[in-house]
């Protein structure tokens, strides 16, 4: 399953809830997750070919960035920008 994170909850960390077969999980989200880093969640998958025990189920993670309407929102972009010394290029 693909979890979405904003930025602020794979930069710092977080707790999010996690679909699985047998029910919501929260999951622990470690603090500097980068977009498609995997984990995985021990018997929580389908059931192995003629095994009835459950396998386990894998988790990525998308980083989804909210989008800069007003100039408020605009404007912590700029900071962000000014302040992280980050190419995503690089």
Same mark, same amino acid.
């Given at each position: @399953?693909? @979890?979405? &994170? +904003?930025?602020?909850?794979a +930069? &710092?960390?977080a707790k999010v809830p996690v679909p699985t077969l047998g029910g919501v999980v929260e999951l622990t989200v470690a603090p500097n997750t980068r977009g498609g880093k995997k984990v995985r969640l021990k018997g929580r998958g389908l059931p192995? +070919?003629?095994s009835s025990a459950a396998g386990d189920q894998f988790v990525s993670f998308n980083i989804v960035t909210p989008p800069a309407e007003t100039d408020a929102e605009k404007r912590i972009?700029? @900071?962000m920008a000014e302040r992280f010394k980050f190419d995503?290029? +690089?």
């Open positions: @399953v693909t @979890v979405n &994170l +904003a930025p602020w909850e +930069a &710092l960390g192995g +070919a003629g972009y700029e @900071v995503p290029r +690089a």
